[in-house]
């Protein structure tokens, strides 16, 4: 009597058991999977290049300004560009020149940074092709003379030739490597910094003069390479988020 009342207690442990063991497992597979997605925007992003502004206020021989814009196109490649113009005078020892005009730089932008969850930051490189139209004036130079003997060496006569010589319809191309950030500081709105290298395709020279600084190109080398630079500050308008 006792072995069948023991038996059927643990009969009933068991099946109890069971029971609960089943509850659990359909209660685990009921339990719904976290579905968050954090979404970042896809749009345009519009910006100035504030280094121009405030590099025309320090210095009286440069007048600048340059809009910056990119267009997302996939997680991590944007479509990018700059438009703006500029006026240099540059000063050398003997001659003073001006250069203004236009000019346009497009390319793309691959985003190397891996953000975290809702961050929209970049890291990036990019290309761009550079195209600009400037007039190029001599303002005043010094004429070098040559004696016509070979034992005399060119020189510069103290008199200077003061009045202006100019050419428009200049025209230059170049390629330029860029290397930046983005960091988004407020919803949608981005500072960022970027430096370029620059390799000069075809820049003109005015007649009997080269060209020493080109809208967009910057001050042109004897290699025709330069350098440039920007800090932009921009806002995104995000036409869908992905």
């Not at 003997?94 to 203004?100: A, E, L, N, V």
């Not at 050419?167 to 988004?184: C, M, P």
């Not at 967009?216 to 330069?226: L, P």
Request: aromatic share 16%.
């Amino acid at each position: 009597m006792r072995t069948l009342t023991f038996s059927i207690n643990c009969f009933l442990f068991l099946f109890v058991v069971h029971l609960n063991a089943q509850k659990t497992t359909k209660q685990k597979k009921e339990t719904p999977k976290d579905t968050v997605i954090y979404k970042t925007g896809y749009g345009l992003r519009l910006g100035i290049d504030l280094s121009k502004p405030g590099l025309s206020f320090v210095d009286k021989s440069y007048l600048g300004f340059e809009i910056v814009g990119d267009y997302r196109i996939s997680k991590n490649w944007y479509i990018a560009g700059e438009i703006g113009r500029e006026e240099e005078i540059t000063f050398e020892d003997f001659t003073t020149s001006t250069s203004k005009g236009n000019y346009i730089r497009l390319g793309a932008n691959i985003n190397t940074y891996t953000n975290w969850l809702d961050m929209n930051n970049e890291v990036y490189i990019g290309g761009r092709y550079g195209f600009a139209i400037f007039e190029h004036t001599l303002n005043q130079f010094t004429p070098n003379v040559a004696s016509g003997n070979s034992e005399i060496p060119i020189f510069f006569p103290s008199e200077t030739i003061n009045t202006p010589v100019s050419e428009s319809g200049l025209t230059a191309h170049w390629f330029e490597f860029q290397i930046g950030i983005k960091v988004e500081t407020l919803k949608n709105l981005f500072i960022g910094f970027h430096g370029a290298y620059k390799i000069g395709l075809s820049i003109d020279n005015q007649d009997n003069f080269k060209t020493l600084y080109a809208p967009g190109f910057n001050r042109v080398f004897e290699s025709n390479t330069g350098f440039g630079f920007n800090y932009t500050i921009s806002y995104l308008i995000p036409f869908v988020n992905k």
